[in-house]
């Protein structure tokens, strides 16, 4: 237990502030430290990628789209741009609009 201590007491000598101030020090470890937690962050968004790209979705969750509704989906659009172009073309020539001014 002696030895242990008398080891505690010349690490805390190391990093203990004494007549000299070492900013250089400080700032060494402060450097270091970040470069720690970024690559440390840098590797955890890595892992994190690599886990939601390679994960499968449940059979149960996918499903083919029946070809009936993909038909009747693609006339549902072509009429909303049917009932648009004919719109459109009633705002240039037959809608009449009076300036209010």
């Known amino acids: 237990m002696k030895n242990f201590l008398n080891v505690l007491d010349s690490a805390k000598k190391k990093f203990a502030y004494g007549e000299r101030i070492r900013p250089t020090r400080d700032w060494f470890i402060l450097l270091a430290l970040t470069a720690v937690l970024l690559i440390a962050g840098v590797f955890w968004n890595v892992y994190l990628f690599t886990q939601f790209e390679t994960v499968k979705?449940?059979?149960?969750?996918?499903?083919?789209?029946?070809?009936?509704?993909?038909?009747t989906s693609v006339q549902e659009v072509q009429r909303i741009f049917q009932t648009r172009a004919t719109e459109e073309n009633n705002y240039q020539q037959t809608y009449q609009f009076v300036d209010p001014s």
Do not use: K
């Open 57 to 71: 979705a449940p059979a149960s969750d996918v499903h083919a789209p029946a070809l009936q509704n993909l038909q």
